[in-house]
């Protein structure tokens, strides 16, 4: 079992920045590849952008690329979502996600991924 816990939402203005992180407790965060997904109201949840278990591998949705990046601290079991740029669509409670193994490399699929948070909301406003 790994519990994952973000932190850093909140509401920001259009073009400005936010820094989520995704703590996982335990010993073996680098056996995990992780993943941030969104869901914004109404709409089905969205791959965002994942990182392998020793951050050397990571992929993003074309609609974050130059704005959003990933990365890990492997010594703090911590994930990071570092968001520049952010504009009024990227409104949504955004979730991280923990996948073994090396399936999910350039891969989107949600359902993939075995551990979820509980999900931090970002709001951006115009």
């Known amino acids: 079992q790994v519990q994952l816990v973000e932190s850093g939402g909140g509401l920001v203005q259009a073009v400005g920045s936010l820094r989520l992180s995704c703590a996982a407790p335990?010993?073996?965060?680098?056996?995990?590849?992780m993943g941030w997904f969104r869901q914004a109201p109404g709409k089905d949840r969205e791959f965002v952008a994942a990182?392998?278990?020793?951050?050397?591998?990571?992929w993003s949705a074309d609609s974050v690329k130059g704005r959003f990046t990933i990365s890990r601290d492997n010594a703090k079991n911590t994930l990071y979502l570092q968001m520049n740029s952010l504009k009024p669509e990227d409104t949504a409670v955004y979730y991280c996600?923990?996948?073994?193994?090396?399936?999910?490399?350039?891969?989107?699929?949600?359902?993939?991924?075995?551990?979820w948070g509980q999900g931090t909301q970002v709001t951006v406003s115009s």
């Open positions: 990182i392998s278990g020793t951050g050397s591998i990571k």
């Open positions: 996600a923990a996948a073994l193994g090396a399936t999910v490399f350039g891969r989107t699929d949600s359902t993939l991924y075995m551990y």
């Open positions: 335990g010993r073996t965060f680098n056996s995990y590849s």
